[in-house]
């Protein structure tokens, strides 16, 4: 499910980050910071969608 969001919030379709369940947020935050790692996105990205600095 974290994969998902992911792909939604990378996306930028309708969802944001205050639309990601409480419950699955740390999961959605592991996988963006995965996709960071891995190069898919970079980390103003990761801050652009959830607010937060990117830290490894």
Do not use: F, H, Q
Not at 33 to 41: F, L, Y
């Amino acid at each position: 499910m974290a994969k998902i969001w992911a792909n939604r919030l990378i996306d930028g379709d309708r969802w944001t980050w205050d639309d990601v369940p409480a419950s699955r947020k740390n999961a959605v935050k592991t996988e963006l910071k995965n996709r960071v790692a891995d190069g898919e996105i970079t980390a103003d990205k990761y801050k652009e969608i959830t607010g937060e600095d990117y830290e490894a």
